[in-house]
């Protein structure tokens, strides 16, 4: 660019947040991940309904995560490619239905199957939107992105209560009623799209296949922090309830610790976000992994109600890094923005979710209360991974990392 030539502003700096589409993208990502908390709360039942163990539902969590997680980055990068909102409005229905309907599953490989097919549409789902949260960003993109994740775990934190609900009122087959909310964020999302912007060719043409050779190192370090973290999260939001049913509390119990850790882990990714914007992405990676290692110790060791409380500061500060990370992957790779979010929030799940058979495994054989304290040294080397972070995630990327 020449030096009297003043920078352009991009369209959606000019404009900011686009308020109501980026509303409209929140509430279908809530509904999305809303139902992908209804099976942990329930697992109790459904394994006293077919005659599961522990490892087999484990084993059936591993599967649906490996559906979710493995095909992202071919959604991504297809989403990148060939961008349209079909991507988006294609999924709602698939999800609700087969996330809804595993109460009318009668085996092992059934639930597995209804699992496995809701988990494929929430993988083109999440690139596709991720992608969409960044064209309405303005400038605020850790914010934005911030708020995007949290409605995910808001979601996710209102799932078990709704399952609950439906299927004290209902029984499991009833679960299915929740495909109503299905429909109403597919409405959302068509009724509301967002104003049309200009495509980032500049980033995209800088950067290539879509980031440099700096960039795709500092994103090798930012998947492996972000896969330790969520094997840390992952395990959590599965085994919750089976931990507190082990210690002879009621299905209500651990329903009410998985909403406790999510909610509070909507408003930790909202927090961490906005801070990311003033101090940089790296320092709000650090402190994440720093104040987690404590507070899940003190969770294990706690008892009675300390035990609950202690959920709600631990999910703040576990999830403060979840939108955090994906922001950073973005301009890492500019031109990237369905892939970079992919490979964050399904590429390394994938990795994550294959360890819930071992821990579902070694709680069969050792107690939850041993397999849990596992989570403790990935925690521990999350924290000296992301201390070798480059710069100060925002800071290092308009520098040309």
């Known amino acids: 660019m020449k030096a009297d030539a003043p920078p352009q502003k991009k369209p959606e700096d000019r404009e900011g947040i686009q308020k109501v589409p980026f509303?409209?993208?929140?509430?279908?990502?809530?509904?999305?991940?809303?139902?992908?908390?209804?099976?942990?709360?329930?697992?109790?039942l459904v394994a006293a309904k077919l005659g599961l163990s522990l490892t087999m539902i484990g084993t059936i969590m591993a599967i649906r995560s490996v559906f979710n997680s493995v095909p992202q980055p071919l959604f991504g990068w297809l989403i990148d490619r060939y961008p349209g909102r079909w991507w988006l409005l294609s999924t709602p229905l698939v999800v609700g239905f087969f996330r809804s309907g595993f109460g009318l599953?009668?085996?092992?490989?059934g639930l597995t199957g209804m699992l496995s097919v809701a988990a494929f549409g929430g993988a083109c789902f999440h690139p596709a939107a991720a992608a969409r949260a960044r064209e309405l960003s303005g400038t605020r993109r850790g914010l934005v992105m911030a708020t995007y994740v949290?409605?995910?775990?808001?979601?996710?934190?209102?799932?078990p209560i709704i399952a609950l609900a439906l299927v004290s009122w209902?029984?499991?087959?009833?679960?299915?009623?929740?495909?109503?909310?299905?429909?109403?964020?597919?409405?959302?999302?068509?009724?509301?799209?967002?104003?049309?912007?200009?495509?980032e060719e500049a980033p995209r043409a800088a950067a290539g296949s879509g980031g440099s050779r700096e960039g795709w190192?500092?994103?090798?370090?930012?998947?492996?922090?972000?896969?330790?973290?969520?094997?840390?999260?992952?395990?959590?939001?599965?085994?919750?309830?089976?931990?507190?049913?082990?210690?002879?509390?009621?299905?209500?119990?651990?329903?009410?610790?998985?909403?406790?850790?999510?909610?509070?882990?909507?408003?930790?990714?909202?927090?961490?976000?906005?801070?990311?914007?003033?101090?940089?992405?790296?320092?709000?990676?650090?402190?994440?992994?720093?104040?987690?290692?404590?507070?899940?110790?003190?969770?294990?060791?706690?008892?009675?109600?300390g035990k609950l409380l202690l959920i709600l500061p631990l999910g703040l500060v576990l999830h403060a890094s979840m939108g955090v990370s994906v922001a950073y992957a973005q301009e890492l790779l500019p031109g990237r923005p369905a892939l970079a979010a992919s490979l964050l929030q399904g590429g390394n799940w994938f990795v994550s979710g294959l360890t819930l058979t071992a821990t579902g495994a070694l709680g069969d054989y050792f107690g939850l209360q041993a397999a849990l304290h596992v989570l403790l040294i990935l925690l521990f080397a999350e924290f000296f991974l992301a201390l070798l972070l480059p710069g100060t995630g925002r800071r290092i990327v308009s520098e040309g990392v």
């Open 217 to 305: 190192g500092a994103m090798a370090f930012l998947y492996g922090i972000s896969i330790l973290r969520n094997t840390v999260t992952i395990n959590l939001y599965a085994f919750l309830p089976l931990y507190f049913a082990a210690r002879g509390e009621s299905l209500w119990t651990g329903g009410t610790a998985l909403t406790f850790i999510l909610v509070s882990g909507g408003a930790g990714s909202v927090a961490g976000g906005w801070l990311s914007d003033l101090m940089g992405r790296k320092k709000v990676i650090v402190l994440s992994a720093l104040a987690s290692f404590p507070l899940l110790l003190a969770f294990l060791q706690a008892g009675g109600i």
């Open 150 to 159: 949290a409605a995910g775990r808001i979601g996710q934190s209102a799932g």
């Open 105 to 109: 599953a009668t085996g092992f490989w």
């Open 23 to 44: 509303a409209a993208l929140v509430f279908a990502h809530a509904v999305n991940d809303m139902s992908s908390g209804f099976f942990a709360p329930l697992a109790p």
């Open 170 to 199: 209902f029984g499991l087959e009833g679960l299915v009623a929740a495909t109503g909310f299905y429909g109403l964020s597919m409405a959302a999302l068509y009724y509301f799209p967002p104003r049309p912007q200009e495509r």
